[in-house]
């Protein structure tokens, strides 16, 4: 079992739609979870981070968390093209261990 | 405040040869990571280090070392390259507290022939 697991998609949503990408993590003990963006030939980029259960909102972008499921999510709501990206969740217990990722397409 | 800055940011280099790549963190970022990513395999950790101690390792070969100076600055060094070394090396910084937040440079793009 990998110890962070993401659909690889690719997820491909409408323009201003709702996209949900969903995570789970083997490590119980894990304390803090995160969700970097990707673009093409970049490096990954910061977007959301959570510590405690339930939902943390920034912008259009909400992160959930359930720790007794293990289970991590990231929503993003009136998905524009430019969110377009492979979304990359992270799990720190004592290092940080990625996801292989999900990439999303969101069209015009 | 500038972000993790990475040299250089492409490098070709032949097998059998050995590469040293540089990370500068984040000013005032103690903890630097390192890691591999290739299409294949992801994003693999390959060590972190704090205060100039490594403090974690991922499953690499010995060839991969790295080492953190008093600044924070980091490189790390990979001996006798084989072609499988050919990835995008990304350096990552944080504050290395409770939340062990990371940001990440642009990346190495590291070319093996």
């Known amino acids: 079992q990998k110890e962070v697991e993401q659909n690889s998609g690719p997820l491909s949503v409408p323009e201003g739609a709702i996209a949900s990408l969903n995570c789970t993590y083997s490590?119980?003990?894990?304390?803090?979870f995160f969700w970097y963006r990707q673009y093409s030939g970049k490096s990954p980029e910061l977007i959301m981070s959570i510590y405690s259960n339930g939902d943390k909102e920034d912008g259009r972008f909400t992160a959930q968390l359930n720790k007794a499921s293990q289970y991590v999510s990231l929503l993003i709501r009136d998905s524009q093209p430019s969110d377009s990206a492979t979304y990359l969740c992270a799990v720190y217990g004592n290092k940080l261990v990625f996801g292989a990722g999900t990439i999303l397409r969101v069209k015009s | 405040k500038a972000g993790v800055t990475q040299t250089p940011r492409y490098l070709i280099k032949t097998r059998g040869q050995q590469v040293t790549l540089s990370c500068s963190p984040i000013s005032g970022h103690r903890s630097v990571s390192w890691y591999q990513q290739t299409p294949g395999q992801g994003l693999q950790f390959l060590f972190e280090y704090f205060s100039e101690t490594q403090r974690n390792k991922g499953n690499f070969p010995g060839r991969f070392s790295g080492r953190q100076f008093s600044n924070s600055r980091s490189e790390m060094n990979v001996s006798t390259l084989e072609l499988g070394d050919s990835a995008l090396y990304l350096c990552?910084?944080?504050?290395?507290?409770?939340?062990?937040?990371?940001?990440f440079g642009p990346g190495t793009r590291l070319t093996v022939t």
């Open positions: 990552a910084s944080s504050l290395a507290g409770q939340y062990y937040e990371q940001y």
């Open positions: 490590d119980r003990g894990s304390q803090s």
